[in-house]
């Protein structure tokens, strides 16, 4: 297994490693790197793949203490220094594309493209923040018992059989690791697009047209927002973990566009 001590974290990874091109890819809110297990098996034929996770989910070992997504850009691009890597493609889904904005904000030198999955430059929707608080401190009270368990997986994956396998690994998380201060990360963010014009790295957006988590019109305001944005790919019938649920509809327009670069 491998580990990279990274900003007071230890980070576990994995890495398929060579010399080819290298694409970073992380995660969303309560899932961890093997979210894009088809995208490895896509891309590492043509491309070196590096998945990780994030602080409170996965295997990471992480200290409990307050955090930004602008902390978490900065773990991706310390990761990349301890694989000796200067640039890198840089993606994520969801909360992964929160904080690949902002690595491309810190460090544009080190981000050759950006990849965005079903993700935004915004806050969080004011008017859904309660219910999410709400959510946040069920979980830390009770855990996620059936019904919240059941209403988040529908949110992300929406399918039975992703459903049950994301419910047990959530059921084995620390449940104040995973959702005290992570979950204050992602309800407490600020809003980005106004800063969206200084990144001038190419970039795709992937967005499912059914995602009720993050609607089509902010993928679309992302794109917009990007000045070397190549395209929105809408994937159709696909929620809020698109790249999982429907890599047929992701992988291929993710290959052309890392070809294309």
Known sequence: ?????????????DDTGGDSPPVIL??????DRTMFEPQVDALSGEFRVITWDERGFGE???????FTYWDSARDCLGLLDHLDIEQAVVGGMS?????????????????RALVLIDTQAGAEDAERLPQYRQMQ?????????DELANAIANLILGDAELNAKWIAKWR????????KEPGDCLLGREDIS????????????FHGTADASIEMPLAEALCDGLPSCRGLVRVQGAPHAANLTHPDQVNGPLLEFLRSL
């Not at 084995?172 to 959702?179: Q, Y």
Request: net charge negative; with cysteine; charged share 25%.
């Open 137 to 145: 401190e069920t979980w830390l009270q009770v855990g996620p018992v």
């Open 172 to 179: 084995e998380l620390d449940r104040e690791a995973s959702m």
């Open 26 to 31: 992380a995660h969303g809110f309560l899932m």
């Open 1 to 13: 297994m491998s580990y990279a001590d990274v900003n007071g974290q230890r980070i576990r990874y």
């Open 60 to 66: 990471t070992e992480f200290d409990r203490q307050p």
């Open 95 to 111: 909360q992964g594309g929160f904080l690949s904005l902002r690595a491309a904000l810190l460090a544009p030198e080190r981000v």
């Open 194 to 205: 106004d800063r969206l014009g200084e990144i001038a790295c190419p970039a795709i957006v």
